[in-house]
């Protein structure tokens, strides 16, 4: 009688890591990460070289240097006394505004003229193909550089404001439209809790967001009453006093204020200034960009089944319900990886700021400061190194989105 036992191990050998398909693809994937070693090793070495043989050297000792230039646009204290990294962290700021402002605008242009282009009015349609086909078709280098032009050209100067009975006024005696930007009231704080401004804010940040996430809780405790129950506890009032009350005593505690700007000598003075520079920069990414959402946002919408409309509209629901409770969630799944890009394009093509005289990165670090110390190579690192996180960071933020809305199987 014959009885059962495992088959002998076969012993591992040197001729596996090609023959056997088990180890092949590990080995090639080894012998890959190898020659990009090697390659890499081999260009920075010649580089080193190359830099010692010319007498010069790679250092970033440079950023502790007086800078000696002014920045106008600018979010912290800095003047010409500052050094080049203070500069540097100001450009940063100012490109991450920038982009931060339009990819909030181009979202909303796009997903308007989306839906726009898909309505059955024949002229809204067409007027929104029109938007789409223009504004994506030309650079938006060119958008930049009219927006501005027309924005020095057609906007009042501060000396219309002057005089018993001046050509211009105020809005409100409260916003000032000239050619040299928009100047508004600034929020100031009279009894703040910490010295020093920047951490204000921080804290007026962190009390929103705590507002955030718990109208998320209050709203997911609904969810969970109208599934036990069928029938969902009315959460608006809940949810505006979360975000109004805490913010409200933080204000009435801090001793918010306002500063007016007020024109003194030839020009305002006091309030926030949003310069000609960053409107224009900031509009023009908005259009040209929104004009690709636009499309993206059709895809989107077309990808859904004209069943799932035509169920909604049967069960009495209205077009515009429809179209935001049973389309757009649906659609997003489909809208959002393309929108990363469109986001990532938006911080990349700030660098044109540099075209009418916006200070962001490309400008400060990548242009006053390279031409001035003759680091290009540091620079230009610095450069690569800043835009390459922060397109990580955006990709990160819109993956981690994207994940939260796609669907979820059981």
């Given at each position: 009688?014959?009885t059962l036992?495992?088959?002998p191990?076969e012993?591992?050998r040197?001729?596996?890591?090609?023959?056997d398909?088990?180890y092949?693809?590990?080995?090639?994937q080894?012998i890959?990460a190898?020659?990009?070693?090697?390659?890499?090793?081999y260009?920075?070495?010649n580089l080193?070289q190359?830099?010692?043989?010319?007498?010069l050297?790679?250092s970033?000792?440079?950023?502790?240097?007086?800078?000696?230039y002014?920045?106008?646009?600018r979010?912290i204290?800095y003047?010409?006394?500052?050094s080049?990294?203070s500069a540097?962290v100001?450009g940063i700021?100012n490109?991450?505004?920038?982009?931060?402002l339009a990819?909030?605008t181009?979202?909303?242009?796009g997903v308007?003229?989306?839906?726009?282009?898909?309505?059955?009015?024949?002229?809204v349609?067409?007027?929104?193909?029109?938007?789409?086909?223009?504004f994506?078709?030309?650079?938006?280098?060119?958008?930049?550089?009219?927006?501005?032009?027309i924005?020095t050209?057609v906007?009042?100067?501060?000396?219309?404001?002057?005089?018993?009975?001046?050509?211009s006024?105020?809005?409100?005696?409260?916003f000032?439209?000239?050619?040299r930007?928009?100047?508004?009231?600034?929020?100031l704080f009279?009894?703040?809790?910490?010295?020093?401004a920047a951490?204000?804010?921080?804290l007026v940040?962190a009390?929103?967001?705590?507002s955030?996430?718990?109208?998320r809780?209050v709203n997911?405790?609904?969810?969970q009453?109208?599934?036990a129950?069928?029938?969902r506890?009315n959460t608006?009032?809940?949810?505006l006093?979360?975000?109004?009350?805490?913010?409200?005593?933080?204000?009435l505690?801090?001793?918010l204020t306002?500063?007016?700007?007020?024109?003194?000598g030839?020009n305002?003075?006091?309030?926030?200034?949003?310069?000609?520079p960053?409107i224009?920069?900031?509009f023009a990414?908005s259009?040209?960009?929104?004009?690709?959402?636009?499309?993206n946002v059709r895809?989107?919408?077309q990808a859904?089944?004209?069943?799932?409309?035509e169920?909604a509209?049967?069960?009495?629901?209205r077009p515009g319900?429809?179209?935001n409770?049973?389309?757009?969630?649906?659609?997003l799944?489909?809208?959002?990886?393309p929108?990363?890009?469109?986001f990532?394009?938006?911080?990349?093509?700030?660098s044109?700021?540099i075209?009418?005289?916006?200070?962001?990165?490309?400008?400060?670090?990548?242009?006053v400061?390279?031409?001035?110390?003759?680091?290009?190579?540091?620079?230009v690192?610095l450069?690569?190194?800043?835009?390459l996180?922060a397109s990580?960071m955006?990709?990160?933020?819109?993956?981690?989105?994207n994940a939260?809305?796609?669907?979820?199987?059981r």
């Amino acid at each position: 009688m014959s009885t059962l036992t495992d088959p002998p191990q076969e012993q591992f050998r040197l001729s596996m890591l090609v023959n056997d398909t088990r180890y092949r693809s590990l080995t090639f994937q080894a012998i890959a990460a190898l020659v990009l070693a090697l390659a890499i090793w081999y260009l920075g070495n010649n580089l080193i070289q190359n830099l010692r043989a010319a007498g010069l050297n790679i250092s970033y000792s440079f950023l502790g240097d007086r800078s000696g230039y002014d920045i106008a646009q600018r979010l912290i204290e800095y003047d010409s006394q500052s050094s080049h990294a203070s500069a540097a962290v100001v450009g940063i700021l100012n490109t991450l505004l920038v982009a931060f402002l339009a990819c909030i605008t181009a979202t909303f242009f796009g997903v308007i003229a989306g839906v726009l282009r898909l309505s059955n009015n024949w002229l809204v349609s067409k007027l929104m193909a029109v938007y789409v086909e223009i504004f994506r078709n030309i650079p938006v280098l060119i958008w930049i550089i009219i927006i501005f032009t027309i924005m020095t050209a057609v906007m009042p100067g501060p000396r219309d404001f002057r005089g018993a009975d001046p050509s211009s006024s105020m809005v409100f005696d409260l916003f000032a439209f000239t050619n040299r930007g928009v100047y508004t009231p600034m929020p100031l704080f009279e009894s703040g809790l910490f010295a020093s401004a920047a951490l204000n804010w921080l804290l007026v940040l962190a009390v929103l967001v705590g507002s955030f996430f718990v109208m998320r809780m209050v709203n997911a405790s609904a969810t969970q009453k109208q599934e036990a129950t069928g029938i969902r506890p009315n959460t608006l009032f809940v949810n505006l006093a979360v975000w109004i009350v805490p913010f409200a005593l933080l204000m009435l505690v801090m001793g918010l204020t306002w500063e007016v700007p007020e024109l003194k000598g030839f020009n305002f003075k006091g309030g926030i200034k949003i310069g000609g520079p960053l409107i224009a920069l900031w509009f023009a990414l908005s259009i040209y960009t929104g004009a690709f959402i636009a499309e993206n946002v059709r895809a989107g919408i077309q990808a859904i089944s004209k069943g799932q409309t035509e169920a909604a509209a049967a069960l009495g629901m209205r077009p515009g319900r429809i179209m935001n409770l049973v389309v757009l969630p649906q659609a997003l799944r489909v809208i959002i990886p393309p929108l990363i890009s469109n986001f990532l394009n938006i911080t990349k093509n700030s660098s044109l700021a540099i075209a009418v005289g916006y200070a962001d990165i490309t400008a400060t670090l990548g242009g006053v400061t390279l031409n001035q110390t003759g680091r290009a190579i540091e620079c230009v690192l610095l450069l690569m190194l800043f835009y390459l996180t922060a397109s990580l960071m955006i990709s990160m933020v819109m993956n981690v989105y994207n994940a939260s809305v796609k669907l979820k199987e059981r």
